[in-house]
């Protein structure tokens, strides 16, 4: 094989190496990916290659997630505008004004290693969930986590379109840490449309 497959199913391996793929930008969203070419790259037959395409589209990870990209946002945005609105009623706002801060720093500390980006990025949204006392949203967020990163990671690939998402990040912080609730709720709304703005105007100049 010209990519080492071992321990599970066959399918489920390469299903993993193509997320990876498609999470370090080797795949773009929404490229095709052709059965036959696959079965070149690991040296497998077509069925675990199938297997893995299909199972990539039930997640909506290509092609599907290009065309639905903006609205899955602004989906994943509603639920973070009402984590943050219950999270403001919390007894713990000394603690999760420390974490928010604790994430941020982070991002801006890490802006040039995708990973420790943003992973505390996601670490910055998942404070209002897991302080806002709705198990359904908690568990909803997390549903969707892959899928959210995976559009972030895509539409913040240059460097540059990452420092202006840290300053949002403070901006909302700075709101929610002032008792702005209103305000911190709608600069979240802001910063998720600058994401979809990201991600449009990439598949504009694709």
């Known amino acids: 094989m010209s990519e080492l497959l071992q321990r599970r199913s066959l399918s489920e391996q390469v299903y993993d190496v193509l997320i990876h793929d498609i999470v370090t930008g080797q795949i773009a ?20 290659i199938r297997d893995a395409i299909n199972k990539l589209y039930q997640d909506g990870l290509i092609r599907e997630l290009t065309n639905s990209g903006a609205q899955l946002i ?23 004004v420390r974490l928010l801060h604790e994430y941020q720093d982070a991002m801006e500390a890490s802006q040039e290693n995708d990973t420790e980006y943003f992973g505390a990025d996601y670490r910055f949204h998942k404070v209002f969930f897991d302080y806002c006392g709705n198990r359904f949203l908690k568990e909803t967020y997390k549903r969707y986590n892959r899928i959210r990163s995976l559009l972030i990671s895509s539409a913040m690939r240059a460097s540059r379109d990452r420092q202006p998402s840290v300053d ?8 929610f840490e002032a008792g702005q609730f209103d305000l911190a709720r709608e600069q979240m709304r802001e910063h998720y449309q600058y994401g979809v703005h990201l991600l449009l105007d990439r598949e504009n100049h694709a």
């Open 29 to 48: 969203l929404g490229d095709r990916l052709i059965n036959r070419e696959l079965q070149t790259r690991f040296g497998v037959s077509s069925t675990p």
């Open 168 to 175: 949002q990040h403070r901006q909302i912080t700075a709101a």
């Open 74 to 96: 602004h989906f994943i945005m509603m639920l973070a505008c009402e984590a943050l609105a219950l999270a403001s009623q919390s007894d713990q706002q000394a603690e999760i």
